[in-house]
């Protein structure tokens, strides 16, 4: 049987939740749904290149599936109270980005959710600065400024202010300043807040290496 099983109404709102702030960001966003030991997470690439996700129990056939953020958001609403969410139609074609790796992660530190959101703050306000016939320009400089670095079990990560800014967007950060969790794995950067990750790609070597 081919569907979207949310283990309950809680976790059918957290993604209805994340469909909604990805279909405000973009609406012809696509998002990629895999499923795995009773859980199921949802990629998306966000408008300005950040991968990100959300991780709810439950669980869905085929085991990786992409569709349409939007027609998921009415396909989850359409079939509130029921055991079972038909799928929207399939855009498997319309995915364009790579996936982090589901294992191997390595814990480098803790970053508090005040201090992520502080940095965001900071590089909004250093673009409303910015002349406004240079705003373009001046803002993809911005997005890629390096931010934040963090140290831990003999790696560092270098990470610029579009990857934080996306946990920010996405409501990532709990309303307690909870703590954003850094990993690494094969070139992947994850920031894994109270509600969702934020992912950033590199080559191995390049931001990520001995202290």
Request: no cysteine.
């Amino acid at each position: 049987m081919s569907g979207l099983w949310p283990a309950g109404s809680t976790e059918t709102a957290d993604l209805a939740s994340f469909l909604g702030r990805l279909v405000a960001l973009d609406p012809a966003a696509v998002v990629r749904l895999r499923s795995a030991a009773a859980r199921v997470t949802a990629y998306a690439r966000l408008p300005f290149g950040v991968l990100v996700s959300r991780t709810v129990a439950g669980d869905a056939a085929p085991g990786d599936v992409t569709v349409r953020a939007g027609d998921l958001l009415t396909a989850l609403d359409r079939g509130a109270g029921l055991d079972a969410i038909a799928w929207p139609a399939r855009r498997e074609m319309d995915w364009r980005a790579a996936l982090p790796p589901v294992d191997g992660w390595v814990r480098l530190d803790s970053v508090p959710g005040d201090v992520v959101l502080k940095l965001v703050r900071a590089g909004r306000e250093a673009l409303r600065g910015v002349p406004a016939g240079a705003a373009a320009a001046a803002g993809e400089s911005l997005l890629d400024h390096e931010s934040l670095t963090v140290t831990g079990a003999g790696r560092t990560a270098v990470l610029p202010l579009r990857v934080l800014g996306s946990l920010t967007r996405m409501g990532f950060l709990g309303d307690r300043g909870e703590p954003v969790v850094v990993s690494v794995a094969a070139g992947w950067t994850r920031l894994a807040g109270a509600y969702g990750s934020a992912y950033h790609h590199t080559a191995p070597g390049l931001t990520l290496g001995p202290r």
